[in-house]
């Protein structure tokens, strides 16, 4: 955060330029189809919007409404002074004009607690996004993995799953060995099994994370197709708890910073 400048830290995260970046590794067959990349969020009031969609601002992360038919029934769209945050919420209780009023409340903030902090999204230009739902086998919102690539390889996996139910976390080798580290919530019971197409995320992220000396690429693993999520340099802007606290060492022994980076 505090030494590396780089335009590609902010290509990274914006959640529509990083787009262009991952079409061009990997084509456009892994990204989530774009409905609407508004400037102005009153634009959202009028839309007609299909029965599942995703809204989030492009400068960025920890928020999104979620909007399908498999949420909650009693679920709810926070008032939108509190709007930073995750929600999941049927059709019907998703209105128009609610939707705008959290846009607006979203781009008039900068994230990241400005350049001094997670820098890189204080440049990212200020716009919602309007995303194709990615549901899982049942159409329940599915798991998150979230990839930790240093200089090019792999070296860890986190599987976020139930984010608007009992959440569970878990790590991973990338040859999906647990790891004994709790990240701040209990692990999955059962245990996560590892996925059929393991190898093909592990290689996308690979790819994907290439360019730079540390990336963590999160995909999801839906029937019949791979999607991407995200791009994080800078994860929970590097404050994290992990616990035994060594794993800090543990995963900092794989990360070799440059000198300069240029």
């Given at each position: 955060?505090?030494?590396?400048?780089?335009a590609?830290?902010?290509?990274f995260?914006?959640k529509?330029?990083?787009?262009?970046?991952v079409?061009?590794?990997?084509?456009?067959?892994?990204?989530?189809?774009?409905?609407?990349?508004?400037?102005?969020p009153?634009a959202?009031?009028?839309?007609?919007l299909?029965?599942?969609?995703?809204?989030?601002?492009?400068?960025?992360?920890?928020?999104?409404?979620?909007?399908?038919?498999?949420?909650?029934?009693?679920?709810?769209l926070?008032?939108?002074?509190?709007?930073?945050?995750?929600?999941?919420?049927?059709?019907?209780?998703?209105?128009?004009?609610?939707?705008?009023?959290?846009?607006?409340?979203?781009?008039?903030?900068?994230?990241?607690?400005?350049?001094?902090?997670?820098?890189?999204?204080?440049h990212?230009?200020?716009?919602?996004v309007?995303?194709?739902?990615?549901?899982?086998?049942?159409?329940?919102?599915?798991?998150?993995?979230?990839?930790?690539?240093?200089?090019?390889?792999?070296?860890?996996?986190?599987?976020?799953r139930?984010?608007f139910?009992?959440?569970?976390?878990?790590?991973?080798?990338?040859?999906?060995?647990?790891?004994?580290?709790?990240g701040?919530h209990?692990?999955?019971?059962?245990?996560?099994?590892?996925?059929?197409?393991?190898?093909?995320?592990?290689?996308?992220?690979?790819r994907?994370?290439?360019?730079?000396?540390?990336?963590?690429?999160?995909?999801?693993?839906?029937?019949?197709?791979?999607?991407?999520?995200?791009m994080?340099?800078?994860p929970?802007?590097?404050?994290?708890?992990?616990?035994?606290?060594?794993?800090?060492?543990e995963?900092?022994?794989?990360?070799?910073?440059?000198?300069?980076?240029?």
């Amino acid at each position: 955060m505090l030494r590396d400048h780089r335009a590609l830290m902010v290509t990274f995260a914006d959640k529509v330029a990083v787009r262009d970046h991952v079409a061009a590794i990997a084509g456009d067959g892994v990204l989530p189809r774009v409905l609407h990349v508004l400037e102005d969020p009153a634009a959202l009031a009028p839309l007609r919007l299909p029965t599942a969609y995703v809204v989030k601002p492009s400068h960025g992360s920890g928020v999104a409404v979620i909007v399908s038919p498999t949420a909650p029934a009693e679920a709810r769209l926070p008032p939108p002074e509190h709007g930073w945050a995750y929600s999941h919420v049927r059709p019907e209780h998703a209105p128009g004009d609610h939707l705008a009023a959290l846009g607006h409340v979203w781009l008039s903030q900068l994230y990241g607690q400005g350049p001094n902090r997670e820098w890189a999204y204080g440049h990212v230009p200020r716009r919602v996004v309007v995303e194709e739902f990615l549901g899982g086998p049942g159409g329940e919102v599915p798991d998150d993995y979230k990839f930790f690539v240093f200089h090019g390889t792999c070296r860890y996996v986190q599987v976020d799953r139930g984010r608007f139910g009992t959440r569970t976390q878990d790590f991973f080798t990338a040859g999906w060995e647990h790891v004994p580290l709790s990240g701040g919530h209990p692990w999955a019971t059962p245990p996560v099994s590892r996925p059929d197409r393991l190898d093909e995320m592990v290689d996308l992220a690979q790819r994907l994370g290439q360019d730079t000396d540390f990336v963590r690429v999160d995909l999801y693993d839906l029937p019949g197709r791979i999607v991407f999520g995200e791009m994080s340099s800078l994860p929970a802007g590097g404050d994290s708890p992990f616990e035994p606290e060594s794993f800090n060492s543990e995963f900092g022994s794989h990360w070799t910073p440059p000198r300069r980076y240029v």
